[in-house]
Structure formats: C-alpha cells, structure tokens
C-alpha cells in the first residue's frame, strides 16, 4: 500500500500557500470572510491551545488514506501517526520553525500532507487569515450540484505568490447562516487534481470552534470522499480535551 506516495506525488487536494496562523490582525478582510470566520470561531482563536484530529480521505482508483494529527498552533508543534510511502506505520513530531533540520520524510511528506489536511479542517479560516488573496463577492448564485442558492465568494491567489501552489482559485458558496455549503477548487499550476469539487457539511462544535466534517464531491471527475474525525480541542490553560460530539 502506498497511499501516502500516491498523495504526495498527485499534488495537494486543497492547500495555498504555508500559512497556518493569522498575519496580520490589523489589516482589513473583505466583510464576508470577517461573517464566516465569526462563525467558525475566529474571534476565539487565542484561546485554543491544541488541535487533535484524523484527516481521512479516498478518491477513488487512486488513494486511501488516515492521518491522524495534533497541533499546538501557538508553540508551532505537529504531532503525526500515519503510514510511509511503503505502508509502515510511522509516528513523529517536530517544530515547524526547525523544519529544516527535519528528516527528508517529515519535510517531503509529513509537512506537506499536514498542510493539505489543517487547510480541510480550518479552511474558513484559512481565507480570513491568508491576506495576499484577492477576494470577491458575486452575490448570490444557483449551487454548482443539486437545489438551491448561495452567496458566490472566490478567494484568488497571486500567480506570483510563493508556497505550495500559487494561483489557485477556491469558490465558496456560502449559505444564509455565514457556514460554507460548497467549495470547488481549481489548482493555479499543473498539480493534480486540478478541479475539486465538494460539500461542506456534518457540522460539529468543538470548544468554541465549528468544523465540517464531511466532503463529498469530485476531484477531477473522480469520486472524491474526505472526512474529518476524533476533533478535539484543549483550550490555553486546561488539560481537557473537548471533543466534538
């Protein structure tokens, strides 16, 4: 089995540029990305201490795969238990900030895909957050699948922007209540897939957080699955753990 290969080789499901913390409270996002990151939890961000999740996703024909992941965003620590391009289970932590001093594996795989996975459970925040993006809100428009309208906000990146994947386009389709609904994500380069399709759905609070857990859709015609499970999270200052229900 050597699924975690066949991810890395295929390019990045959903991920922008290396950016897993807010930039710049200071400087002003467009009003609707400011909506959805309220209810996402933004304002209550500096209270979360540690993350725990497992990040587990399938297209079909080409990979399965479980990542199981904790992160302290504040002291930049990623803790991983997954499996190596050969199938053998592996099990590490490291410092984002020493990254460089990592083996190849943590540096060429481990990183990457943690990346990739924090970008499907914090997505909404990601786009408030990730401030070189140019964003525009189209008003309502009719869902690319099934019934029923949304707000149309695409969030661009500079092709010049550096990172994982510069260029890329992602298109939120948000509902009335500020959740996203729908995402369809167009790589800006040559990476595969290069068209995501997806739900945004299974909604679930833990602590002060909400998260989606649940994604069903296409990756480049392909039928695509990802879920998110085991959330948790311990806020600064406690040794419990709230998990989501």
């Not at 002060?208 to 499970?229: M, N, Q, V």
């Amino acid at each position: 089995m050597r699924n975690a290969r066949r991810l890395t080789k295929m390019g990045l499901l959903l991920c922008g540029v290396l950016v897993l913390v807010p930039i710049s409270w200071a400087q002003e996002r467009a009003p609707i990305l400011e909506k959805i990151a309220k209810t996402y939890g933004v304002d209550s961000w500096d209270q979360i201490q540690a993350i725990r999740y497992t990040w587990n996703g399938e297209i079909t024909g080409l990979f399965k795969a479980a990542h199981k992941w904790e992160w302290e965003p504040k002291a930049g620590k990623v803790s991983y238990e997954g499996k190596d391009k050969d199938g053998k289970p592996v099990k590490v932590s490291y410092m984002r900030s020493e990254l460089s001093s990592q083996p190849d594996n943590v540096k060429n795989e481990v990183e990457p895909a943690f990346v990739n996975d924090n970008y499907w459970l914090l997505f909404p925040l990601h786009a408030y957050w990730d401030t070189s993006a140019n964003v525009t809100d189209e008003g309502m428009k009719k869902l690319p699948t099934g019934n029923g309208s949304a707000e149309h906000v695409v969030v661009k990146y500079p092709a010049e922007l550096g990172g994982y994947t510069p260029g890329d386009t992602w298109e939120l389709y948000v509902g009335k209540d500020d959740r996203v609904e729908y995402l369809v994500f167009h790589h800006g380069g040559t990476k595969k897939p290069s068209l995501v399709n997806a739900t945004w759905a299974g909604y679930k609070k833990a602590g002060p957080l909400l998260f989606s857990t649940e994604h069903r859709g296409t990756a480049d015609g392909k039928p695509l699955h990802i879920f998110i499970s085991d959330v948790s999270v311990k806020l600064a200052g406690s040794d419990t753990w709230m998990k989501a229900p």
